[in-house]
């Protein structure tokens, strides 16, 4: 099953083995990075929950996700400049 917004599983394997591999400044850039990726996904799929559920708590739980992941994304890129 491939959910909105979620990268393909092989991507995400590199992804976890490049970061396995890493150290010192080039871990934490490569953890921000990846971060900031699956972070985007999540906020996909809030968007798609926020426009297609029908459950007030489900649309509730999606614009919170939406708005702190949203929030973490910025901090994220901030700590990579």
Known sequence: IKLPGMMPKEKMQQDMAKLEAAS???????????????HQGGVKMADDALGKANDADVKAKAQEIHDKQKQEITQMQDMLK
């Open 24 to 38: 010192g400044n080039d871990f934490d850039k490569h953890y921000l990075q990846t971060m900031i990726k699956h």
